[in-house]
């Protein structure tokens, strides 16, 4: 039986080939570990792997509990910090859930339409329910649908930016306007207007006037036209960050005086 001795000295080698193996995989997992834990750390990640970027969860909550996301390290405004972050998703969702229960009747009518988006909300309003053909003043009737959007507003201190738009019919000849810019710019200043007397802060507010440039609706048709001639008012979910000041060089703000020099050269000319 002299193959026994081949047969031993076989089994005994693969067992040691099978230690070698054993030992090299663990000492590869133990580094590896060590590689996994170390980037973990410099990354801030969790054990499984995923950067803890958690958000507030977007469901209707008052706008009082809707709190800053806690591990937002960077806002993206130069000095703001993690407490002034806040979740503009949910806040979006908590206005449009406010308006709609505010002007139901007037949305089931046509008259107004919400739109919401991730950054901010849009509140669409039929000139007929504002303003009289051609005028800029604002109809008696006005004041109920522009006061359910005020108690919003000043419930949610964002940016609030109203936006007038016209249909293509131009203006009369010898009217109070003389073109359909002017005309959609008052009627946005008229809303505008009417917000700050109602309480609302003015620097919040601008007044945007489209005149027929942005139609939603064909204008050969009278139903195109009435769509077209509107007023939205965009609430914006979240601070502007045009309008914060941050600490960039450690005594600087943000945005330059407005005495600072802003262009330092002008670009060389392009040859024709």
Request: glycine letters at 6%; proline letters at 9%; aromatic letters at 6%.
């Amino acid at each position: 039986m002299r193959w026994l001795v081949s047969y031993a000295d076989f089994i005994t080698l693969l067992l040691a080939l099978f230690i070698v193996l054993y030992a090299i995989a663990v000492s590869k997992k133990a580094s590896m570990e060590e590689v996994r834990s170390a980037v973990r750390q410099a990354l801030h990640m969790s054990p499984s792997g995923v950067m803890p970027l958690k958000r507030q969860q977007a469901v209707s909550t008052p706008y009082e509990e809707i709190a800053p996301s806690p591990d937002i390290e960077a806002t993206g405004v130069p000095g703001k910090k993690e407490a002034d972050v806040v979740d503009v998703i949910a806040v979006s969702r908590q206005i449009v859930e406010e308006l709609q229960q505010a002007m139901f009747p007037l949305i089931k009518e046509g008259l107004v339409e919400v739109r919401r988006h991730d950054l901010w909300v849009e509140i669409e309003l039929k000139d007929r329910v504002l303003f009289p053909s051609g005028s800029a003043e604002l109809l008696p009737a006005a004041s109920k649908p522009l006061e359910d959007v005020r108690k919003v507003i000043a419930r949610f201190p964002y940016p609030v930016r109203v936006e007038g738009h016209t249909d293509n019919i131009p203006v009369r000849r010898h009217g109070s306007f003389p073109s359909n810019w002017e005309l959609s710019a008052a009627r946005a200043a008229s809303v505008v207007r009417l917000f700050q007397q109602q309480g609302v802060d003015p620097r919040r507010m601008a007044v945007v006037g489209y005149g027929e440039q942005q139609p939603i609706a064909d204008n050969a048709t009278p139903q195109g036209r009435a769509q077209n001639r509107r007023v939205v008012i965009a609430i914006k979910a979240g601070p502007d960050p045009r309008q914060e000041t941050g600490d960039r060089d450690g005594d600087q703000e943000y945005w330059p005086h407005p005495e600072q020099e802003r262009i330092r050269a002008l670009p060389p000319a392009t040859p024709p």
